[in-house]
Structures are given as structure tokens and as C-alpha cells.
Nanobody
Framework: QVQLVESGGGLVQAGDSLRLSCTAS????????LGWFRQAPGKAREFVAT????????YYTDSVKGRFTISRDNVKNTVYLQMNSLKPEDTAVYYC??????????????????WGQGTQVTVSS
């Protein structure tokens, strides 16, 4: 059983940066696609970014392209989300997730079966 724990959220102003981290325990995730998702109040959870197991393929939702960067450190069993030029519409609870299958291509439609508890990101205008 893998546990995912996010950290790094907080309250920032528009234009600021944050780096989210998600560390896994219980199992190595070095062969799994990892992803970040978010859920704003009153809205459905949405895909933000994914990265394949090698770290060579990344995918982003259009609204964060050029501002957010997903990366991973397989030695530390950790995935990161660097968020720059934050906007009020980025306010949400951010979740990390792991694919249930190994050696995936990294696409956002992977079957993410393990989830963290979430970390709150609030961007004030």
C-alpha cells in the first residue's frame, strides 16, 4: 500500500510562486506515471500535469502551460509541481496521484488509483 503526502501549499499573492512536493512511502513509484490534480470550491477535480515514469514526457492542462512545471526525483520517491506566476483562479486543493500500472506513457487519462490527502493553495488578487 502506497501513501502519498503533499506539502508546500499556502497563501500567496497573484504573481508569486510555490513549489508543491509529494512524497510516497510504502512502495517505490519510480516506474509509475505521477500526476497533479486540483479541485476548486464547487468544481470538479481537474487534471493539472502528469509525468511519465522516466520523466521524459510531461502533459499540462492549457491554463497552466508556461507557468507550471512538473518534475520527479525517483531516488527521493517524490514528484514536484513548480508553480510560477500564480493567479487567483489557481486557488484549489492540489492532489498528487499515481497510476496503477507501471511503465505508462504519462498521459492524463491514466488510471490514477493512489491519491494524497491534498494541500491547499490560495492565491489572493
Amino acid at each position: 500500500q502506497v501513501q502519498l503526502v503533499e506539502s508546500g501549499g499556502g497563501l500567496v499573492q497573484a504573481g508569486d510562486s510555490l513549489r508543491l512536493s509529494c512524497t510516497a512511502s510504502g512502495r517505490s513509484l519510480r516506474t509509475y506515471t505521477l500526476g497533479w490534480f486540483r479541485q476548486a470550491p464547487g468544481k470538479a477535480r481537474e487534471f493539472v500535469a502528469t509525468i511519465n515514469w522516466v520523466g521524459a514526457k510531461t502533459y499540462y492542462t492549457d491554463s497552466v502551460k508556461g507557468r507550471f512545471t512538473i518534475s520527479r526525483d525517483n531516488v527521493k520517491n517524490t514528484v514536484y509541481l513548480q508553480m510560477n506566476s500564480l493567479k487567483p483562479e489557481d486557488t484549489a486543493v492540489y492532489y498528487c496521484a499515481a497510476d496503477i500500472r507501471q511503465y505508462g506513457s504519462g498521459v492524463p487519462t491514466a488510471d490514477f488509483g493512489s491519491w494524497g490527502q491534498g494541500t491547499q493553495v490560495t492565491v489572493s488578487s
